[in-house]
């Protein structure tokens, strides 16, 4: 079974929100690698929940999604197109990290897919 790992929100204003999600839910922000994405610690990671990530706007279109993460990624794109689901960032590389991609389900969700491969270059 594939399990949601992890959420993701964009701002336009990242120290804005850093102090309004820290002042209402005690969230962490940790910046990764200088690129204006922070990694958000939402609370004891012995604890039911999940963490997350903020990345600066890069698009007005841009918006909030929950990652899933599935073991090959290029079968659960087909099969996301095969059930009339549409790829809308096709799979790319995050080095270190592994292979992401988004697609919108058919009820015009949008839905990142994220799998894990510290090898990918």
């Known amino acids: 079974m594939n399990r949601v790992v992890n959420f993701d929100f964009p701002t336009d204003n990242p120290e804005n929100a850093k102090h309004f999600f820290s002042e209402i839910f005690g969230w962490k922000f940790t910046e990764w690698l200088n690129e ?3 990694l958000i610690e939402t609370g004891d990671k012995h604890k039911q929940g999940i963490n997350g990530s ?15 993460q599935v073991e090959n990624i290029d079968l659960v794109l087909s099969r996301i197109q095969a059930e ?20 919108k389900d058919p009820e015009n969700n949008v839905i990142c897919i994220m799998e894990f491969d510290v090898s990918a270059k």
Do not use: T
């Open 84 to 103: 009339g689901g549409e790829v809308v960032f096709p799979k790319k590389v995050v080095p270190k990290v592994g292979y992401i991609a988004y697609f």
């Open 54 to 68: 903020m990345i600066r706007r890069r698009h007005e279109q841009q918006m909030s999604s929950i990652m899933v």
């Open 36 to 38: 204006e994405y922070w």
